[in-house]
């Protein structure tokens, strides 16, 4: 049997505070830090730690081809995320 890849739109990548603790290493070198290009569309991937002592790893499609607008997505997804109370670490 193959692998199934999890996928997310970012329009259905709410997640509810409390319940876990987001999973952001930040490389100040990398403008483009979380970001991939699958095909011409880029994605943001990051890790998600449940208060069960699982991880999540989520992968969300930006639903741009343009990469200055992936990174704006991408900090305006990060920042919604901090806002709704999931804790960075």
Do not use: C
């Not at 739109?9 to 952001?24: E, F, G, N, R, V």
């Not at 483009?32 to 969300?60: A, E, F, M, Q």
Request: cysteine-free; glycine content about 4%; hydrophobic content about 30%.
């Amino acid at each position: 049997m193959g692998h199934r890849k999890e996928t997310h739109h970012m329009s259905t990548a709410t997640l509810q505070a409390p319940w876990a603790s987001l999973s952001i290493k930040i490389d100040p070198e990398n403008p483009d830090h979380h970001l991939w290009n699958n095909h011409g569309t880029w994605w943001i991937h990051y890790t998600v730690h449940p208060s069960d002592y699982t991880k999540r790893r989520i992968r969300v499609s930006l639903e741009t081809r343009n990469l200055r607008e992936a990174r704006q997505r991408r900090n305006t997804l990060f920042a919604h995320l901090e806002a709704e109370g999931i804790e960075a670490t």
